[in-house]
């Protein structure tokens, strides 16, 4: 495949194999639309408890099912009340049809994964080339999270993660959520392990907004191609964490899902006045990102790019994008 397709075809092929949240879990009170790389889908909750994403069209005559209601496990069309469960997306119930029994046995929309990680749902379009983002260090903590309103940047996955754990622009973006910052950047010490990349270095609390629980370590985490988090570790505070997961609405543009968790012990802010300092840096960034040419990183060299030592972390997530598209590209069973 990968001698035939171009670099953008082979990381769109990548990202239909990979997994994306379309919802945040509180908001499944109501059926919600998504739409994940042109593909329309609804997310809801059955009335077992259990997220579902389903395709969003009836096959009926092709009304949205995202404006339906929720019948046990299966979800009620608005138009004409054809029920499709959630499960194996067959029709269950046609109310203008005497015998039920006569249900056309195609009759079906297609049911797409769900789960419900972070504070959000997530799910993938094709068979899955990797498993949901489980990160090693968050593993056995008590965490609590907090999901955040979804931002919308006309800008690719890559694009966006690579604004999210960028060190370089602090001083130039981010003076006021994080106050004066140095602009040399020492020699950053990152590692790669397949698709996860990793990186440390020290927080100087300074006189930004960032600044109420001191000096920390923060623990950068990216896994291509959508996963992105921080985790801060503070002294006396305790853990506090934030991640992104910008889900690609299209290949040149994301709904970013994110939100911030503490641990329950966490002595430092609170959950929303953690969200709240967050959300300004990323406010402080999207007007920058969003005018970044190409919308999306130039896979196939379509437009000129120059890096420098303070662009290693960067560099090592496009080599981990670059992984991950020669893994979608493998053969049925050959993924590692």
Request: glycine share 8%.
């Amino acid at each position: 495949m990968t001698s035939t397709l171009t670099k953008r075809e082979q990381a769109e092929h990548a990202m239909r194999r990979s997994w994306f949240p379309v919802a945040r879990s509180v908001d499944l009170d109501t059926p919600q639309p998504a739409v994940l790389l042109g593909e329309q889908l609804v997310v809801y909750r059955d009335e077992d408890g259990t997220a579902r994403v389903t395709a969003r069209r009836c096959p009926h005559r092709g009304a949205d099912l995202s404006l339906g209601k929720v019948h046990g496990r299966s979800l009620g069309c608005p138009y004409h009340g054809w029920q499709f469960d959630g499960g194996d997306g067959r029709c269950t119930r046609i109310p203008s049809l005497a015998d039920q029994s006569r249900i056309p046995a195609k009759a079906a929309v297609r049911v797409h994964p769900a789960v419900e990680r972070f504070g959000h749902v997530w799910t993938v379009l094709d068979e899955p080339v990797v498993e949901l983002y489980d990160p090693a260090a968050w593993r056995g903590r008590d965490l609590e999270w907090l999901a955040a309103e979804p931002l919308h940047s006309p800008t690719g996955v890559a694009v966006a993660v690579e604004n999210f754990r960028d060190v370089a622009h602090f001083p130039f973006v981010h003076q006021v959520s994080m106050g004066p910052t140095p602009e040399v950047v020492e020699p950053l010490e990152v590692r790669r392990d397949g698709l996860d990349v990793h990186m440390s270095r020290p927080l100087e609390a300074s006189s930004g907004d960032w600044a109420a629980q001191g000096d920390c370590r923060m623990d950068y985490q990216c896994t291509a191609p959508g996963f992105a988090s921080i985790s801060y570790h503070y002294e006396i505070a305790g853990l506090r964490i934030v991640a992104g997961f910008p889900s690609p609405v299209s290949y040149e543009e994301v709904k970013i899902f994110w939100g911030v968790a503490n641990e329950r012990d966490f002595k430092g802010d609170s959950l929303e006045e953690c969200l709240r300092v967050e959300e300004m840096v990323y406010l402080e960034d999207l007007p920058i990102v969003e005018n970044i040419q190409p919308r999306e990183v130039p896979w196939d060299g379509e437009a000129p790019e120059f890096s420098a030592p303070a662009d290693l972390f960067t560099l090592n997530y496009r080599r981990a994008f670059g992984e991950l598209m020669r893994r979608a590209a493998a053969p049925a069973g050959a993924e590692g």
